[in-house]
């Protein structure tokens, strides 16, 4: 394909993305419409303003202004978080830095770990503070709910044009990453084709031991950054491994209507059939979650095992196949008989 059209197919596809994003600014919002999540940067809630839904902080600075309302969970990963104004619900903090003025108010329970807490005399808590650097790291469920119920907001219309827009956003970004990055991608697939098993064991032990190594990393404040950057690359992989596996399903589908379909066209294809199956299994209560998680594991084990789609796996003359014998000196080769030339006198072979 020539370099011309594959900027003319990517241009296409950023304005495709352009439409459903402007229509989601405008007002149409994800299921939680509230909630709000800050990775680094700078967040400010001015006063006389509300958020009502959960402040998730990676990083960065936040504020929280005095007369402010945080309607829901305050959770801080690092950073700097500076509160004047009401939080209705709890206040969690690992890593970074946490400073309570004056007006604070926090209704729920305050709990940090790793982090350091600044508080004014005149700031209230109303739950139980919890602070590991003055004691032990103690988990309370208290009996009564400090605040109300939160209202489950149902908006089958918001949520369903998110699901179909999440869809589409993914199956677009798999063919952009295949127009340009084929051989990678496919690398990825095929390791999850022929090594299901060692690829999602590979997964599920880098989704065991990662959120503790990043837990451990964002606690010490000087490598908050390296927690943030690997959390980055992470995600990254589920999605390059996720779009990896849709071209592989793509590949199966132009297979089975018997047609040649071009690899973006086919990773467009398959990563849209696997998302709606993916998401479509999810809203199955209790049990819709397996099947989204299976693929993320595959995706995570494939794209290390690969090592992001730059060497196969596994590798040509790998164990499976078997390898060339070696000698220890040349192989001798036969005495020539009488048909295969005269002899030298003298020369003749001893038994």
């Not at 503790?212 to 390059?240: C, M, R, Y």
């Not at 990773?267 to 397996?290: D, H, K, Q």
Request: proline letters at 9%; glycine letters at 12%; one cysteine or more.
């Amino acid at each position: 394909m020539k370099r011309i059209t594959k900027w003319i197919i990517f241009l296409t596809l950023l304005a495709a993305l352009a439409i459903p994003s402007t229509a989601l600014a405008a007002g149409i919002q994800p299921s939680a419409p509230g909630d709000k999540v800050v990775l680094g940067g700078t967040y400010d809630l001015p006063s006389g303003s509300s958020l009502d839904g959960n402040l998730a902080i990676f990083g960065g600075t936040s504020t929280i202004a005095h007369n402010a309302t945080v309607n829901g969970d305050v959770f801080q990963l690092g950073g700097t978080l500076t509160v004047d104004g009401t939080v209705t619900g709890n206040l969690s903090a690992v890593g970074g830095t946490v400073i309570l003025n004056q007006h604070a108010l926090v209704q729920g329970d305050l709990s940090t770990v790793g982090a350091a807490l600044h508080r004014d005399p005149n700031s209230r808590v109303l739950g139980k503070v919890t602070d590991s650097a003055q004691g032990p790291l103690t988990i309370n469920t208290p009996s009564t709910p400090i605040t109300p119920l939160p209202v489950v907001n149902f908006k089958p219309l918001a949520d369903t044009i998110w699901f179909f827009f999440r869809t589409l956003a993914m199956a677009a970004l798999a063919m952009l990453l295949v127009l340009f990055l084929p051989t990678p991608v496919e690398r990825i697939g095929e390791a999850v084709v022929r090594e299901p098993v060692i690829t999602g064991g590979m997964g599920l032990l880098t989704g065991l031991v990662a959120p503790v190594l990043l837990v451990l990393l964002a606690i010490t404040i000087i490598l908050i950054p390296v927690s943030l950057i690997a959390a980055v690359i992470l995600i990254l992989a589920g999605v390059v491994g996720w779009i990896a596996i849709g071209l592989q399903v793509g590949m199966r589908i132009a297979e089975l209507f018997k047609a040649q379909w071009p690899a973006a066209l086919s990773a467009g294809v398959g990563t849209l059939v696997l998302s709606l199956v993916a998401n479509g299994i999810g809203f199955i209560p209790c049990i819709g979650w397996i099947a989204s998680a299976v693929i993320i594991l595959l995706s995570l084990g494939a794209v290390l095992l690969t090592r992001f789609g730059s060497q196969p796996y596994p590798l040509p003359g790998g164990p499976s196949a078997p390898a060339p014998m070696s000698y220890p000196y040349p192989p001798q080769q036969p005495p020539a008989g009488p048909s295969q030339g005269n002899i030298p006198p003298g020369n003749e072979p001893t038994a």
